[in-house]
Each structure stands twice: as C-alpha cells, then as structure tokens.
C-alpha cells in the first residue's frame, strides 16, 4: 500500500523551470523540494495568525501599539 499521495497542479513553464533549477541547486528532487516550500509556507502562515491574535489581544488589553510592535519583535526573533 502507497503512503504517499499524489497532487497534481499546473503551474506555467517559466515557473516550472525555476522549481527545477531551484531544485537541482539543493540536490533535490522537484517533489522534496516543494514538499519543504508547501510546509515553509504553513508554518508561515500558522506564525502570521499567532501574531495577529497575540497583536488583537494586546491591544484589547490596552497595551501601547509600542509594546505590541516590542512583543511581536520578540516572537519573531524565536523563529
């Protein structure tokens, strides 16, 4: 049994040959490499909505925007 899935999107060929350079470059193969950019992509998203509510909370609470952009600062830099 396979425990992989297969996902198919297009994508125009200019782009198709910058994923391959991209990919040849770290000596991956084109489906590894956009394996790790999909999950950069998400774990980078996941941060984006954690800073959003953590901003929105703070906020709420009556925190200086100063004090917000100062802890906003501080999780970025954890990353």
Do not use: C, W
Request: no cysteine; glycine share 2%; net charge positive.
């Amino acid at each position: 049994m396979r425990t992989t899935k297969v996902v198919a999107f297009s994508v125009p060929p200019e782009f198709e040959l910058e994923i391959q350079k991209h990919a040849k470059a770290e000596h991956r193969t084109i489906s590894e490499y956009l394996r790790e950019a999909v999950r950069k992509y998400m774990s980078t998203s996941e941060f984006e909505q954690t800073q959003k509510a953590v901003s929105k909370r703070l906020k709420k609470k009556g925190f200086k925007p100063s004090v917000v952009e100062d802890v906003l600062s501080t999780l970025r830099k954890r990353t």
